[in-house]
């Protein structure tokens, strides 16, 4: 299907693995010029930097590096019209609320949440002195999370950046948008558990996996495909051009109870 997305510039953060790596190849194969932006590790983006593709480096908890990698991109490619915040981290370790470190919450709300409003930002400022023409295809996909609606036990941090990320900042920048972009949208999506490599450690977990199984009806983990392919659709001005200030969940029904015992998911301990 063209979504209408051939010569778009789109900017994927976290683009170095898993959801945003397929995200950046499914915007190439639909003709568009991609920047994927990584943080540390380049090597799964070696194959993929090609004429109409660039990786960048930068430290999104940083605003100077925030801004160079808008400068970088633009440079080489133009305004960039379609961003896709999708970065995030999630430390492995279970510590409730009375145990958690300031630290461990502070670094991790840094890194989920006040880098995606860095982001963001930058964004809306190159917005405002686009082409008027180019900003027909204005669109802002933030990527949340099921723990973001239902919280996460253990991962309070996690949860609270990802909830203020697809509420308020989301519903903020959806009204704000269409004052510099009158067509520009802005979305979320929230997925469940997806096999990637945040997830593996988690995942071998036996009660970490029984909870996400017997929480969802379909009985399945997401690959990053799922996630992807959305983000595409909801991206195509052609397809989605209606379509803003929405939280689309794609976590195979979840719901924030358990819904089977551990044999019935196949799980034993």
């Not at 999630?90 to 991790?108: L, P």
């Not at 949860?159 to 510099?180: C, D, F, H, P, R």
């Not at 195509?236 to 209606?242: E, L, R, V």
Request: net charge negative; hydrophobic share 40%.
């Amino acid at each position: 299907m063209d979504l209408g997305l051939e010569g778009v510039h789109v900017l994927i953060t976290g683009a170095s693995g898993g959801i945003g790596l397929e995200t950046a190849e499914l915007f190439y194969e639909q003709g568009a010029i991609v920047t994927a932006h990584y943080n540390s590790n380049f090597k799964p983006l070696e194959s993929f930097v090609d004429s109409r593709s660039q990786a960048i480096k930068a430290d999104l908890t940083k605003e100077e590096e925030v801004i160079e990698l808008f400068k970088s991109a633009t440079y080489t490619y133009g305004p960039i019209q379609i961003l896709v915040i999708n970065h995030a981290i999630s430390v492995v370790e279970d510590a409730d609320v009375w145990e958690m470190s300031y630290d461990r919450w502070k670094h991790t709300i840094d890194t989920n949440l006040n880098s995606s409003f860095l982001v963001a930002r930058e964004y809306m400022r190159q917005l405002k002195t686009m082409a008027p023409d180019l900003k027909e295809e204005a669109c802002i996909i933030l990527i949340g999370s099921t723990a973001g609606k239902y919280g996460e036990a253990g991962h309070a941090d996690y949860a609270a950046s990802k909830s203020a990320m697809m509420y308020g900042l989301t519903m903020s920048l959806k009204n704000e948008i269409v004052k510099i972009a009158p067509k520009g949208r802005v979305n979320c999506i929230g997925p469940g558990w997806v096999r990637t490599a945040m997830a593996t450690d988690s995942l071998k977990n036996p009660h970490v996996a029984y909870a996400a199984l017997a929480t969802t009806p379909l009985k399945k983990i997401a690959e990053p495909n799922d996630i992807a392919n959305q983000i595409l659709i909801l991206s195509s001005n052609k397809i989605s051009g209606h379509v803003t200030g929405q939280v689309l969940m794609i976590e195979g029904g979840m719901e924030g109870r358990l819904l089977n015992k551990p044999e019935d998911v196949g799980i034993t301990f």
